[in-house]
């Protein structure tokens, strides 16, 4: 039989300052205040946080390498799922923190500092999605605007899912966020003539099935199809 456990200094931190940010308010917490609940030194603190803010969000680097690593695997024909999954991603981890990421958007919720952070990491996502999104639609007169409405939606079909999530008003945020995403990609078709334009844009009329692959399974991707498809 193994004893219990023992919790990081980086875990212990975020423990003591959700607890003290609860009790105190943010704004009365101090970094003194977090070390001494957790129990280390405010050195430890600040070789693992390098502010109080930065106890509050989840490792947002991290996540970022992890979506810049799918997208990277996607090629001119898997690229739209590739975004769709690096959305997911990022979907998942707020899914697996739980009552620590609602803790979170309750406190962001009444601090302006916080919900500034916020939006300048909502950006960040945006800049990267928009790269992509530029590099796989190729150079054209409108392709920078286009790539940067996409990046744009993107982030804001997450956003919408991740919050109705956090406030409780729906328990299925992954088939949401298929069917936001599905509805993100019919507003933004490829442009007529250029190297990813269905047959159909060319020709005028008709319908256009677009096949693309997914590690998903077909049960899994099929609600989300019918979904897109009632939208149009």
């Given at each position: 039989?193994g004893g219990?456990?023992?919790?990081?200094a980086?875990d212990?931190?975020v423990?003591?300052?959700?607890?003290?940010?609860?009790?105190r308010?943010?704004?009365?917490t101090?970094?003194d205040d977090?070390a001494?609940?957790a129990?280390?030194?405010?050195?430890?603190?600040?070789?693992?946080y390098?502010?109080?803010?930065d106890v509050?969000?989840p490792a947002?680097?991290?996540?970022?390498?992890?979506v810049?690593q799918?997208?990277?695997t996607s090629n001119?024909?898997?690229?739209?799922?590739a975004?769709?999954?690096?959305?997911?991603?990022v979907?998942?981890r707020?899914i697996?923190?739980?009552d620590?990421?609602?803790?979170?958007?309750?406190?962001?919720?009444k601090v302006?500092?916080?919900r500034?952070?916020e939006?300048?990491t909502a950006a960040r996502?945006q800049?990267l999605?928009?790269d992509?999104i530029?590099?796989w639609?190729?150079?054209s007169a409108h392709s920078?605007?286009?790539?940067?409405?996409?990046?744009?939606?993107v982030v804001?079909?997450?956003?919408?899912v991740?919050?109705r999530?956090?406030?409780g008003?729906t328990?299925?945020?992954l088939?949401?966020?298929?069917?936001?995403?599905?509805?993100v990609?019919a507003?933004?078709p490829?442009?007529?003539?250029?190297?990813?334009?269905p047959a159909a844009?060319?020709?005028?009329?008709g319908?256009?099935?677009v096949?693309?692959h997914?590690?998903r399974e077909?049960a899994?991707?099929i609600p989300?199809?019918?979904?897109a498809?009632d939208?149009?």
């Open positions: 039989m219990r456990m023992t919790k990081s980086g212990r931190l423990d003591a300052a959700f607890e003290l940010f609860d009790e308010g943010y704004e009365q101090t970094v977090i001494d609940r129990q280390v030194s405010r050195t430890t603190f600040f070789r693992t390098r502010s109080k803010e509050i969000f947002h680097d991290r996540l970022m390498d992890a810049r799918r997208l990277a001119d024909s898997t690229a739209i799922v975004v769709s999954d690096a959305v997911r991603l979907l998942l707020y697996e923190e739980g620590r990421a609602r803790q979170r958007y309750a406190i962001t919720s302006a500092v916080l500034d952070r939006i300048a996502y800049r999605f928009r992509f530029t590099a639609m190729g150079p920078a605007l286009r790539a940067e409405l996409m990046a744009a939606a804001a079909a997450h956003n919408h991740l919050r999530w956090l406030r008003d328990t299925e945020p088939r949401e966020i298929d069917a936001a995403m599905a509805q990609v507003l933004f490829p442009p007529a003539g250029s190297p990813h334009a844009n060319l020709v005028g009329g319908t256009t099935v096949v693309l997914s590690p077909l899994d991707i989300a199809l019918q979904r498809i939208a149009l």
